[in-house]
C-alpha cells in the first residue's frame, strides 16, 4: 500500500558440509498507489551474491481472489570476487484463500535474470504456500528453484514457522533441503518488519 513498508533480514546457516552460508535482506516501500521501489541483497559466504533495486507495478484491477505484478530489477552480481551488471525481471501471481486451518495464501514468481559475462539467462520459479491461523504459529512452505542453460536446474525446499513478536514484528524459523546441500540442512532464522 502507498505509505507503507516491509523488511525482511535472514539468514541461513548450513555448516562446513554445505555451500556456504547464506545473507538475506528485502525491503520494499509503496511510493504510489501503483509504484512500488525494493532493495534485495544477497550473499553466500562472502563468495557470490547480487544486489539490485526494483520497481513493482500491479497488473490489471484489484478486483476478485487473484493479484498480479511485473517487477523489473537493476543492479549487479558478484562472481569470483568481482562485481558485474544484471538485470532482472518478474512477473507474480498470488491471491488468499480460506482453509479448515485458518486463511491461507499462495504466491508464484517467475523470473529471467540476465547477467553480464554468462552467456544465457537464468530462469527461476518460486512458490510460497502460507496458513494464518489466528492464533498460533503461521506454517509457510517455500520452494525456490532455478535453471541455468549448461549448468542444470536447482531448488531448494523450506518448511518455516513466522511467530508474532508484537504487531508488525514476525520472527521466521525453519529448515532448508537444497540440491546443493545434499547431505545436509540448512537452518533458517529472520525477521519481518512491517512499518
Known amino acids: 500500500e502507498e505509505g507503507r513498508g516491509f523488511l525482511s533480514l535472514t539468514g541461513i546457516l548450513r555448516g562446513a558440509t554445505g555451500p556456504g552460508d547464506e545473507f538475506g535482506l528485502y525491503a520494499d516501500y509503496g511510493l504510489a498507489p501503483r509504484l512500488t521501489l525494493g532493495l534485495e541483497v544477497n550473499a553466500t559466504s562472502g ?112 518448511p518455516a514457522l513466522l511467530v508474532n513478536a508484537g504487531k508488525r514484528v514476525s520472527w521466521v524459523a525453519g529448515f532448508e533441503r537444497k540440491s546443493a546441500n545434499p547431505t545436509g540442512l540448512g537452518l533458517k532464522l529472520g525477521l519481518w518488519r512491517r512499518f
Open 47 to 158: 563468495r557470490a551474491g547480487h544486489a539490485l533495486g526494483f520497481i513493482r507495478l500491479p497488473l490489471g484491477r484489484r478486483t476478485g481472489h487473484m493479484r498480479y505484478a511485473l517487477e523489473l530489477g537493476l543492479g549487479g552480481y558478484r562472481r569470483f570476487g568481482t562485481w558485474r551488471p544484471m538485470v532482472k525481471s518478474t512477473l507474480s501471481a498470488g491471491r488468499g484463500f480460506g482453509s479448515r486451518w485458518g486463511p491461507g495464501w499462495l504466491a508464484a514468481d517467475a523470473a529471467i535474470e540476465y547477467r553480464r559475462d554468462l552467456p544465457d539467462p537464468t530462469y527461476k520459479l518460486d512458490m510460497t504456500l502460507g496458513l494464518s491461523p489466528d492464533p498460533g504459529p503461521r506454517p509457510m512452505l517455500q520452494l525456490e528453484t532455478a535453471y541455468l542453460p549448461g549448468a542444470g536446474f536447482t531448488w531448494s525446499l523450506t
